[in-house]
């Protein structure tokens, strides 16, 4: 296949479950926003910048949206917002150190 398979006559893809995964690891695996218990009542942020400066994304969340914007500080620090929706707290973890999270804050290591 050289297209998406959704399409009349040809209803297999090859490429329709590899095209959602940038955006799963974008929110995922960069930012690190993940379910830290089940039903995703509480969260955890441990993001994994790699070789970017900053990120900015936000996440559907039954109870709102969850966002998040970071940007390095110097080699090993991170400084951002955290933004959560009501009724739901979480942790953020940056390299091994965590922290409470609930609403928005600011966040800096």
């Known amino acids: 296949m050289r297209t998406f398979g959704e399409i ?10 590899w095209s959602a ?13 993940e379910p830290a ?3 995703f009542s509480t969260v955890r942020i441990a993001p994994s910048l790699g070789s970017l400066h900053r990120v900015h994304v936000r996440m559907p969340h ?3 949206e969850i966002e998040v914007t970071l ?10 917002k955290v933004s959560l929706p009501e009724g739901l707290t979480g942790i953020f973890v940056w390299k091994g150190k965590e922290v409470p999270i609930a609403g928005r804050q600011e966040i800096s290591f």
């Open 8 to 17: 009349e006559g040809e209803p297999r893809s090859e490429c329709h479950p």
């Open 62 to 64: 039954p109870l709102g």
């Open 37 to 39: 218990s089940p039903g």
């Open 71 to 80: 940007e390095r500080k110097g080699i090993n620090g991170v400084a951002g």
């Open 21 to 33: 995964t940038p955006a799963y690891e974008l929110l995922a695996t960069v930012a690190g926003i």
